[in-house]
């Protein structure tokens, strides 16, 4: 978003409270024209409470919702430009396909045949052409949730807000659903809110991610930022699978830009580039995904960055092997890839396994 574009939503200082405790605490964030922002946390961190104050159904505490340059904050739901999409769909079981899509453009009072052009869009946009006149207990968990989705992108609000639709769904449809909201928001460029406690789905479909805990904002940058450069251990705990070693540095080179780390298995070396707030002296957590990791077996030749360790547990899972070895009194989760073609270790095997030079490091008085 170049600094001349006008964001198509904004919060100032948002907070929420129910009695005595404080939901959301001075929540501050733009979401540029056409972007599909996810909202992820804990439960209990707030981000429903969220959703709905953006979307009007909880009123806010203090501060601002700014919708297309106008404060919103005041506004019921019907009278914003916005439209939620809930978890349960919230569909009229007496009424057909066609008449749940098009019941807000009829409240509207538009015209018979405009209603009917509108509907049968958006039947094609949901690909449920041919399905209008059935009712809503003759068609799948999936096909209802397009119905829901269809019916608030009928009167083309500016922002989307999506409250964990696909929650009630199984898994493989869940998959084909997330695949589904993704190409439909990014063919009719909506700017779309979503809310999901699984924070992979957030990773597959979103532009940003906003990561929210105990009502505070953690972290909002793109699924790259947060999965490889969390801002702290709560983040880098929370999206995925991770390893913290600790260590501290004990010195830079300035020629190859690589610092020193000394941790209690071996020294390491560190690539500034992803550590630019780092300095000599500072006690760190490396950030160690296990998929980053390579194993060895014990006799193999010495590599930079070589740890030894002892296979405690594998899993064999098709596609890869996750393994869990003891190092000194730490646990290490390695994920090994292609297990077909690779060494298969088993329990109580002596291994050696490189910690990767572009490692994230947090320091550990943040």
């Given at each position: 978003?170049?600094?001349?574009?006008?964001?198509?939503?904004?919060?100032?200082?948002?907070?929420?409270?129910?009695?005595?405790?404080?939901?959301?605490?001075?929540?501050?964030?733009?979401?540029?024209?056409?972007e599909?922002?996810?909202?992820?946390?804990?439960?209990?961190?707030?981000?429903?409470?969220?959703?709905?104050?953006?979307?009007?159904?909880?009123?806010?505490?203090?501060?601002?919702?700014?919708?297309?340059?106008?404060?919103?904050?005041?506004?019921?739901?019907?009278?914003?430009?916005?439209?939620m999409?809930?978890?349960?769909?919230?569909?009229?079981?007496?009424?057909?396909?066609?008449?749940?899509?098009?019941?807000?453009?009829?409240?509207?009072?538009?015209?018979?045949?405009?209603?009917?052009?509108?509907?049968?869009?958006?039947?094609?946009?949901?690909?449920?052409?041919?399905?209008?006149?059935?009712?809503?207990?003759?068609?799948?968990?999936?096909?209802?949730?397009?119905?829901?989705?269809?019916?608030?992108?009928?009167?083309?609000?500016?922002?989307l807000?999506?409250?964990?639709?696909?929650?009630?769904?199984?898994?493989?449809?869940?998959?084909?659903?997330?695949?589904?909201?993704?190409?439909?928001?990014?063919?009719?460029?909506?700017?779309?809110?979503?809310?999901?406690?699984?924070?992979?789905?957030?990773?597959?479909?979103?532009?940003r991610?906003?990561?929210?805990?105990?009502?505070?904002?953690?972290?909002?940058?793109?699924p790259?930022?947060?999965?490889?450069?969390?801002?702290?251990?709560?983040?880098?705990?929370?999206?995925?699978?991770?390893?913290?070693?600790?260590?501290?540095?004990?010195?830079?080179?300035?020629?190859?830009?690589?610092?020193?780390?000394?941790?209690?298995?071996?020294?390491?070396?560190?690539?500034?580039?992803?550590?630019?707030?780092l300095?000599?002296?500072d006690?760190?957590?490396?950030?160690?995904?296990?998929?980053?990791?390579?194993?060895?077996?014990?006799?193999s030749?010495?590599?930079?960055?070589?740890?030894?360790?002892?296979?405690?547990?594998?899993?064999?899972?098709?596609?890869?092997?996750?393994?869990?070895?003891?190092?000194?009194?730490?646990?290490?989760?390695?994920?090994?890839?292609?297990?077909?073609?690779?060494?298969?270790?088993?329990?109580?095997?002596?291994?050696?396994?490189?910690?990767?030079?572009?490692?994230?490091?947090?320091?550990?008085?943040?």
């Amino acid at each position: 978003m170049s600094n001349k574009e006008k964001p198509m939503l904004e919060l100032v200082d948002v907070s929420k409270s129910f009695g005595d405790v404080e939901v959301l605490k001075n929540i501050s964030a733009s979401v540029p024209k056409g972007e599909l922002l996810t909202f992820v946390g804990p439960s209990g961190c707030g981000k429903t409470t969220l959703l709905r104050i953006i979307g009007g159904f909880t009123a806010i505490s203090s501060g601002q919702v700014i919708l297309d340059g106008e404060d919103i904050g005041a506004l019921p739901p019907n009278m914003r430009d916005t439209k939620m999409v809930f978890q349960s769909y919230a569909l009229f079981p007496h009424m057909n396909v066609r008449k749940n899509i098009g019941f807000g453009l009829k409240l509207q009072k538009m015209p018979k045949a405009k209603i009917d052009d509108r509907v049968d869009e958006l039947l094609a946009l949901v690909h449920m052409d041919g399905l209008g006149e059935r009712t809503i207990e003759r068609i799948s968990g999936g096909q209802q949730q397009r119905v829901a989705l269809a019916r608030s992108l009928a009167l083309e609000p500016k922002v989307l807000l999506l409250d964990e639709p696909l929650s009630n769904l199984d898994a493989n449809l869940r998959v084909v659903m997330r695949e589904e909201i993704r190409s439909i928001q990014e063919r009719i460029g909506i700017t779309t809110i979503f809310v999901t406690h699984d924070q992979y789905e957030a990773m597959s479909i979103s532009d940003r991610i906003l990561v929210l805990n105990d009502g505070i904002i953690q972290q909002i940058g793109t699924p790259t930022d947060i999965y490889e450069t969390p801002k702290n251990k709560f983040i880098a705990e929370f999206v995925g699978y991770v390893n913290f070693l600790e260590g501290k540095i004990e010195s830079f080179d300035q020629d190859s830009e690589l610092y020193s780390v000394s941790t209690e298995h071996g020294n390491v070396s560190l690539n500034r580039t992803n550590n630019k707030d780092l300095a000599v002296a500072d006690e760190i957590y490396l950030v160690i995904r296990p998929e980053t990791v390579m194993i060895f077996s014990s006799d193999s030749e010495d590599l930079p960055n070589m740890l030894t360790g002892e296979i405690q547990d594998s899993m064999y899972a098709g596609n890869l092997v996750k393994y869990t070895i003891r190092c000194g009194d730490r646990e290490i989760l390695i994920d090994q890839y292609n297990p077909k073609d690779s060494i298969k270790f088993k329990r109580g095997d002596k291994i050696k396994f490189t910690v990767p030079k572009s490692v994230h490091a947090l320091p550990k008085k943040g």
